[in-house]
């Protein structure tokens, strides 16, 4: 519910992102390079939960346009911190 109500505007009621909006989030590429081409050492559950929590920030000229807005209420969102989880398992 809360990924129906907040991020299926941008990443697709089916995950599978919109063009120039937001990036797939079912994309074999999303769990098994991402992580590698940004140089996260961490885990993908870590890096799911720290963008869900404090969003991303665009840049120019990349494939996104838009920013990941910040969601969790520690970095100025809306959600507490179950929800953030819950999305982060989600996803």
């Not at 907040?6 to 098994?32: E, I, M, R």
């Not at 929800?83 to 398992?89: M, P, R």
Request: hydrophobic share 40%.
């Amino acid at each position: 519910e809360i990924f129906a109500n907040n991020c299926a505007n941008c990443h697709g009621a089916d995950g599978k992102g919109l063009p120039n909006v937001a990036p797939a989030l079912n994309s074999k590429y999303f769990f098994t390079q991402r992580i590698v081409d940004v140089g996260w050492a961490g885990s993908l559950a870590d890096y799911v939960e720290l963008t869900v929590a404090a969003g991303r920030p665009s840049k120019v000229g990349m494939q996104w346009a838009q920013i990941m807005p910040t969601w969790s209420t520690h970095f100025g969102g809306p959600f507490r911190d179950d929800q953030v989880l819950h999305v982060t398992n989600f996803v």
